[in-house]
């Protein structure tokens, strides 16, 4: 083959990046190495070195290859066993090119497992078939959910010491399926494999017959990322302003999201300044063009005065602007996060001193409950409310990573202390105070401003409960089975219908599909899909109906936000075998070893006693 036509196609191959996961001990820099060397992708110096360094520091016994050692470069990780520091490694296969990094396992070092996944399309995590789903599992794959990653390969290893056990790997499956379903990650597979052994890694496994789909290799060799780019909101932060003569002024930087072609028009923020595209120009020559990731410099027909850390968008297309936002973070410091202190921030190019004004609460990584809490501890997550001294030009972070992410640091030293994930602002006003008022209380504001200005017919609420013979109600129906709340629900509303009741259901699909399509659904849009469940609950509940919806993850945080948003109309909280737990506040507890008609009888006595329904009625 002709050289340069082979480089060409070489070039021409997309590149995936990836990071391997999960808890210490679990296989993962193992796993690489025998990626690597079940590829043919290892030089006979590199075995040579390996061989000897496995005789000296390995940990698989005499004779046996510790592939680990190929990515454990430091001493303290030979000497421990363990994976401290982030490794890179490049690699390419005839189909595509990859990035791997090769993350820690243990606690301490969560915070450089962020680090790795702030770049990665894609997460394997390995769960050791010994021990199953462990607390660390959970909490890389919660990290990886809410720095956006999409994909997610489950890599069931060390299968060799289960005896490659199909009911092991079932077992494993689903249990860590039902805490994924939390975090709606769209693509996950697993994947039964041993590291040590190759099985299932490049080649398949002769000792699993039972299992039938890809290896680890053709599941990231085929794995489509294309999709997963914002190219409909150009983003262009201004990294560095080109003047090397009279006749050319160049803005360079990275096209974060969208695309811009020669002759779009655009503007500056924060001048608010348009001008024209006059060319776009690379090293290699100038594009008609330019989308994500490329490195670009764009000259403009106008004379504006840009500056490093302005950003070039659409004038039809614009981000959010604001100088107070909420923000998912992952702290990395030893040192706790505390309301009101001040530290610097770095977003899309810009630093910014920032003062963290409220921490709405933390989340419990087991069981993704939201707490209250006044600090974030190190490896912790939480929820932020935080203020900035000049507007930030930010999208939130489901819709574009690039313009929806930030980084913290300590203003003394330097260090990096928290990664953040916007997921709220405001639009930017001068008169705007800096102030952010805690969670509840802006909800509170929000609900008796509504109401001030709710605007209703010519019907009132007493002709309607005389008309209906019941007032508007919605019953939230929780537990622990999806399936079991959704078919309690269904049924409650068939029931209370065939009492001649005015009774609604309204599945999350059909809300997920319809009033929320704008948005992610993820773990960290999940207040704004509350947000919007409680809003819609307000108009039916106010139409007179008795709405009923089937929330099986809902927390205290998410039910008490329901209720405020639905007043001044009551909600009924019904909890199928969850109160024995004590997870939740329930006006109505149910066995699951009730029938359903006792199921009806308890709600129906509730729905009395408060004057929803007529007491006949039961």
């Known amino acids: 083959m002709n050289i340069d036509k082979f480089l060409n196609q070489h070039e021409q191959k997309d590149l995936l990046r990836f990071l391997t996961c999960g808890s210490v001990d679990d296989g993962k820099s193992t796993l690489i190495g025998r990626l690597l060397y079940d590829s043919k992708l290892i030089f006979d110096d590199q075995l040579s070195a390996l061989r000897n360094d496995s005789e000296k520091n390995g940990t698989t016994g005499t004779g046996e290859i510790d592939y680990a050692l190929l990515l454990d470069g430091l001493k303290a990780e030979r000497e421990q066993g363990i994976t ?51 607390t660390q599992t959970k909490r890389h794959a919660f990290i990886a959910s809410l720095l956006g990653i999409k994909h997610l390969a489950v890599a069931v290893n060390k299968m060799d010491l289960a005896n490659y056990d199909q009911e092991v790997f079932n077992g494993i499956r689903e249990t860590f399926s039902s805490f994924l379903a939390q975090l709606q990650i769209p693509d996950v597979v697993f994947i039964p494999l041993s590291a040590l052994k190759g099985d299932n890694v490049v080649d398949k496994s002769v000792n699993q017959p039972w299992y039938q789909g890809p290896t680890l290799l053709e599941f990231l060799e085929n794995v489509n990322i294309a999709d997963d780019h914002n190219l409909s909101d150009f983003r262009f932060p201004v990294q560095y302003v080109i003047r090397p003569n009279l006749d050319f002024r160049g803005f360079a930087g990275s096209v974060s999201s969208g695309i811009v072609k020669v002759g779009d028009r655009i503007q500056v923020l924060p001048s608010r300044k348009e001008s024209t595209v006059k060319n776009i120009v690379t090293a290699d020559g100038n594009l008609d063009e330019a989308f994500p990731p490329q490195a670009v410099t764009i000259e403009l027909e106008d004379e504006i005065d840009i500056s490093s850390g302005d950003m070039i968008v659409h004038p039809h297309n614009l981000p959010r602007i604001s100088s107070n936002l909420e923000a998912v973070i992952i702290w990395m410091s030893e040192d706790p996060l505390q309301n009101g202190l001040t530290y610097l921030l770095r977003h899309a190019g810009r630093n910014v001193k920032t003062r963290i004004d409220t921490v709405i609460y933390k989340i419990d990584v087991n069981t993704l409950k939201k707490e209250n809490s006044e600090n974030l501890e190190l490896n912790e997550v ?41 997921i709220d602002g405001t639009s930017f006003d001068a008169k705007q ?5 805690d969670q509840e209380s802006r909800l509170k504001d929000h609900v008796a401003r509504r109401e001030f200005f709710w605007e209703t017919g010519l019907v009132d609420q007493r002709e309607r409960t005389l008309r209906n013979r019941h007032k508007g109600k919605t019953v939230v129906v929780t537990g622990r089975n999806a399936s079991a709340t959704q078919e309690l629900a269904k049924q409650l509303e068939r029931y209370l219908f065939r009492m001649n009741m005015n009774s609604y259901y309204l599945g999350l699909s059909s809300i997920g599909s319809g009033l929320d399509a704008d948005i992610e659904q993820g773990a960290i849009e999940r207040d704004e899909q509350i947000r919007r469940t409680g809003e819609l609950a307000r108009i039916l509940t106010g139409a007179g109906l008795i709405f009923i919806i089937a929330l099986s993850k809902a927390d205290d945080y998410d039910l008490d936000r329901l209720k405020l948003l639905n007043s001044p109309n009551e909600l009924l909280v019904v909890n199928l075998g969850y109160c024995a737990y004590k997870e939740v506040a329930a006006d109505v507890c149910l066995n699951d070893d009730d029938n359903t008609e006792e199921h009806f009888a308890q709600i129906l006595h509730w729905l009395s006693a408060k004057n929803i329904i007529p007491e006949y009625c039961i």
Do not use: C, W
């Open 433 to 437: 105070t800096s102030v952010v008022q």
């Open 382 to 422: 939480g929820r932020l409310a935080l203020s900035t001294t000049k507007p930030l030009f930010f999208d939130a972070y489901s819709k574009n990573h690039e313009t929806g992410s930030f980084v913290l640091f300590h203003p003394i030293t330097n260090a990096t202390v928290g990664a953040g994930m916007i």
């Open 84 to 134: 401290i520091d982030v490794a890179y490694r490049y690699f390419a296969t005839p189909k595509r090119k990859f990035i791997i990094a090769d993350t820690p396992g243990h606690e301490q070092y969560t915070r450089n497992m962020a680090t790795g996944a702030s770049t990665a399309d894609l997460a394997v995590i390995l769960i050791d078939a010994r021990y199953g789903v462990v």
